[in-house]
């Protein structure tokens, strides 16, 4: 084969390479589903909880909104009463938490919310939806209050283990953590 042809071979080759890491990169950063309907009033009612019928909510725009993060300011008549921080998070396997496997597409995921006023204290973490056999003990509202004690959280620490829900414990913890950091660096 003559040098044109490697040349153009090879220019070919990093064309479809670069093709393909855009595509990985633009799937990274532009990840951010929006949030179901049913999601949005299930923290509505969550909220409402917390704060009263008359709250309003704005949604953080996309660039402050981080990956599996959905932050939202919440109004109470004209001022800031606090913010819902809906996030996704990882549970046990499909097929039970025996099943090896790392492959992150072989988690199931689950949806949470932690609202906290403007100290950034939390007021309550809550599953909204948690669909798997396995882990559900982490919706139980008693395990949840630890996390209003405040600070940073870790497990068998200041936060309980679960038996049967080790993934799920460890992913809603280190998401209330990555929650109230980020709500940190935003305000």
């Given at each position: ?66 990956s599996d993060h959905h932050i939202f300011k919440i109004n109470l008549a004209d001022s800031l009463a606090g913010y ?56 139980n509202k008693g395990w949840l209050k630890q996390f209003q004690q405040g600070g940073k959280f870790t497990v068998n ?31």
């Amino acid at each position: 084969m003559s040098g044109t042809g490697l040349d153009n071979m090879n220019k070919n080759s990093i064309n479809i390479l670069c093709f393909i890491c855009l595509i990985a990169i633009s799937a990274k950063i532009g990840y951010h589903d929006p949030l179901p309907d049913y999601l949005i009033n299930k923290m509505n009612r969550a909220a409402i909880k917390i704060w009263g019928k008359n709250i309003n909510f704005s949604k953080k725009t996309h660039s402050e909104s981080i990956s599996d993060h959905h932050i939202f300011k919440i109004n109470l008549a004209d001022s800031l009463a606090g913010y819902a921080i809906v996030s996704r998070a990882l549970g046990c396997k499909i097929g039970g938490c025996s099943v090896e496997n790392t492959k992150e597409s072989s988690f199931e995921e689950f949806y949470y919310i932690t609202l906290v006023n403007t100290n950034h204290k939390i007021q309550q973490v809550k599953v909204l939806e948690y669909t798997s056999d396995y882990g559900y003990q982490i919706a139980n509202k008693g395990w949840l209050k630890q996390f209003q004690q405040g600070g940073k959280f870790t497990v068998n620490e200041n936060i309980d283990a679960i038996s049967g829900a080790t993934i799920s414990v460890n992913s809603i913890t280190q998401g209330v953590n990555d929650q109230l950091n980020l709500l940190t660096k935003l305000h």
